[in-house]
């Protein structure tokens, strides 16, 4: 019975339906001449003209208070307004951290003074955030991080180094899990949240390269940084319990099940043209919806969960886990299916967005928490561990 109480709602409110059909309209112009390989970005893609037209329209901080430049609508109306964005592949990446985990973060442990000072222009779509949790050398292991930031009479001296930090290149701020207090055997004990302005002397930035030649993220070094008293984010030593919260709602969105419908849509489209479909490419088709429809039920019933206040760790792991299987599978399987059409002749830019989800797939499993560490969440989560 606890499992099936975790897949109470799985259709989205009526009130937050009624918004689609007008984003979907304002999308269909806005994307119309990106090609469909650009597109297959979306929530890699970095387009800060395109955030700050999202903020214009009153669609970003949809959920956030009046009072910090929010829209005060219930968390289904922002969730369709993420689907659309993606289903559509619109270049959300520059916003897409701050607004779905950096603001609500700050708006739920922060001052009123940090409250007031950054979640307006996140929701204005000026401002952007990135993550800094992964270390090298601490990696899924997050407890074990060594980077210090040390009290001091100006506020925090920041030492050490983070990595994957994506679009760190871009962002003004990053939220950092730090130790604060105690040795890395202390584990969850002595971790912070602090706000990093990246423009501090002692910052340096260093993009990666990925394989499909983007770098969309980044070694960040800090050496010295001297952090205001204000930059500490909730309690200190209480990073540990702010992150975990965080990640639930990292893990459950849609975006953990959306990132290769742009290729499915192309493909789709292309089936459409051909007098006679393949059967075995129509039985894909179909099966590929028939796993993507219960995946969303459950991403929307974890939602209803993040709603009520709860913090559904364990679910939010199963999204992400079986979201990105999917997701890898999609590019895996239309690539087989394209490749057994000898002599056909298949779209250039159908070609084209194969190829880039070809190269940046692998990374979905690792993105936002492994798939080991997940699949051991899940199991602990079950009692099989
Ligand atoms: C595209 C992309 C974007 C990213 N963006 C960010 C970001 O913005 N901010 C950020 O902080 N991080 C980011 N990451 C980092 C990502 O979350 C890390 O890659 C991840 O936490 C794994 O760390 P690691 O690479 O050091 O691997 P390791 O932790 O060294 O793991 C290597 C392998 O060992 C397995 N493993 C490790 N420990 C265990 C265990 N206890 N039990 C079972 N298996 C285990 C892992 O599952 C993995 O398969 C990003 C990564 C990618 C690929």
Known sequence: MTILNGLGLTRIPPEGEALRAEVRAFLQDAVK????????KSWSGYDPAFSRRLGE?????MTFPTAYGGHAQGAFARYVVVEELLNFG??????WIAERQSAPLILKYGTEAQKQRY????ARGESFFCIGMSEPNAGSDLASVRTRAVPNDAGWLLNGQKIWTTNAQHCQYMIALVRT???????????SQLIVDLNL?????????????????CEVFFENVQLAPDALVGAEGQGWEQVTAELAFERSG??????SVVLFDQWLAFLRTEATPRAESLRLAGQILTRLAPLRALSVAVQEKLVQGQSPIVEAALVKDQGTVLEQYI???????????????????????????????????????????????????????
């Open 254 to 259: 849609p975006e953990r099940l959306f990132s």
């Open 119 to 122: 979640v307006p222009p996140v």
């Open 181 to 191: 207090s105690g040795e890395a055997a202390d584990r969850h004990k002595g971790l």
């Open 331 to 385: 590019p895996a399987a239309i690539a087989d299916d394209l490749m057994a059409r000898e002599g056909a002749a298949i779209p250039h830019e159908l070609m084209l967005t194969l190829n880039y989800l070809t190269l940046v797939s692998p990374c979905y499993t690792l993105r936002g928490g492994t798939r080991s560490i997940l699949r051991g969440m899940i199991a602990r989560g079950l009692g099989l561990r």
């Open 33 to 40: 001449d990106i090609p469909a390989h650009i597109r297959a």
């Open 201 to 217: 002397p002692g910052v340096t930035v260093r993009p990666i390269e990925d394989m499909s030649g983007d770098s969309h993220f």
């Open 90 to 95: 619109a270049p959300v990446g520059s916003h």
């Open 57 to 61: 329209k009153g669609w970003l901080g």
